[in-house]
């Protein structure tokens, strides 16, 4: 735990009737005697928290006669600030009709949430933002049938547009989770016709129709391997590594992000080679090709061969 989460669970136990003990504090946070004396003279020095020591009783506690304390600051960290402010904005965008009583109580909860940090909601939403790009407009009707089916475990039938073969096929999908990745939303589903799991963009769908029959079982770590297997929205077993070389400038940037959990990272004097598992190269490409000259690709041939074509296609735009 680090020293806002140290902090922040400290107010608490402050904030209680009965203050607690060292000894308590201790099993509390997990910490030694040392480390909590020093977060409690941080909150003294820097935050002006008024904490008391009874010596008697080994106590500490919240001055009863000092006016009432608050943690000063933002104190959500990034993970937990991005779900409130995603889930609020996600809100707002629901149009009135058959959940408005329900989103306006929950709408009151999550701005409340957000003022424990110590600021109005507004101000906070105004002075951090999330911000989409790309996103695909998908139909509401389109949604509410696709995560129903979801939900209540439904086989559904429906047309699918997919864009690499731009062909209008019809598809029957047993759904079992649905995904937003990069600001969009996908179905995975076992496709009947494929026999085997696929990833629908949602935004793709059309014709939705909910059939009485219920799903085949699926073992969930059948489902994780698929969703984490390999780089990217094109999920489905690792064909091959993707083993990529950037320039010393943008090294210092990839070297500290992360691709994917199963990823590899080496330095190679100057430059960091980074090595990921993909089973569809699409997305892949898309990333690679972002970074131009800053990076190479040393293996496989074969996707060194299709990042070749491409920027070879780019060059004859420009002559």
């Not at 989460?5 to 504090?25: A, C, N, T, V």
């Not at 030694?32 to 003279?41: M, Y």
């Not at 091959?240 to 990272?265: C, K, N, Y």
Request: proline letters at 5%; aromatic letters at 10%.
């Amino acid at each position: 735990m680090n020293r806002i989460g140290r902090i922040f669970k400290l107010h608490r136990l402050f904030k209680r009737r009965r203050p607690p003990s060292m000894q308590q504090l201790m099993e509390s946070l997990e910490m030694s005697r040392a480390t909590i004396t020093r977060d409690i003279e941080h909150m003294r020095d820097f935050m002006g928290a008024p904490i008391l020591y009874d010596r008697a009783t080994n106590r500490y506690c919240y001055d009863p006669e000092a006016e009432d304390f608050e943690l000063p600051g933002l104190w959500f960290n990034a993970s937990e600030l991005y779900a409130l402010l995603a889930t609020e904005q996600l809100l707002e965008s629901v149009q009135p009709g058959l959940l408005t009583p329900y989103i306006g109580p929950l709408k009151t909860r999550i701005r409340s949430l957000l003022e424990q940090s110590g600021h109005s909601s507004e101000l906070v939403s105004s002075c951090i933002q999330i911000q989409q790009i790309a996103t695909r407009n998908i139909d509401d009707d389109r949604f509410t049938q696709a995560a129903g089916a979801v939900l209540q475990g439904q086989v559904l039938e429906c047309d699918y547009h997919g864009r690499e073969r731009d062909q209008l096929t019809h598809r029957k999908i047993h759904p079992y989770q649905l995904l937003h990745y990069r600001d969009n939303w996908y179905l995975i589903g076992w496709c009947e016709d494929a026999k085997a799991l696929r990833t629908f963009s949602l935004d793709r769908i059309s014709n939705i129709h909910i059939l009485p029959e219920k799903i085949h079982a699926i073992d969930k770590k059948a489902l994780d391997r698929h969703l984490g297997a390999t780089f990217g929205i094109f999920t489905g077993p690792a064909k091959a590594w993707a083993v990529l070389r950037f320039s010393p400038l943008m090294s210092r940037w990839v070297a500290d992000e992360q691709w994917h959990t199963d990823q590899i990272g080496v330095w190679k004097g100057e430059k960091y080679e980074l090595q990921v598992p993909y089973s569809d190269p699409r997305e892949l490409l898309m990333d690679i090709l972002k970074y131009g000259p800053d990076v190479e690709v040393i293996a496989p041939d074969t996707l060194r061969h299709l990042i070749t074509e491409r920027l070879n296609s780019a060059m004859q735009l420009y002559g």
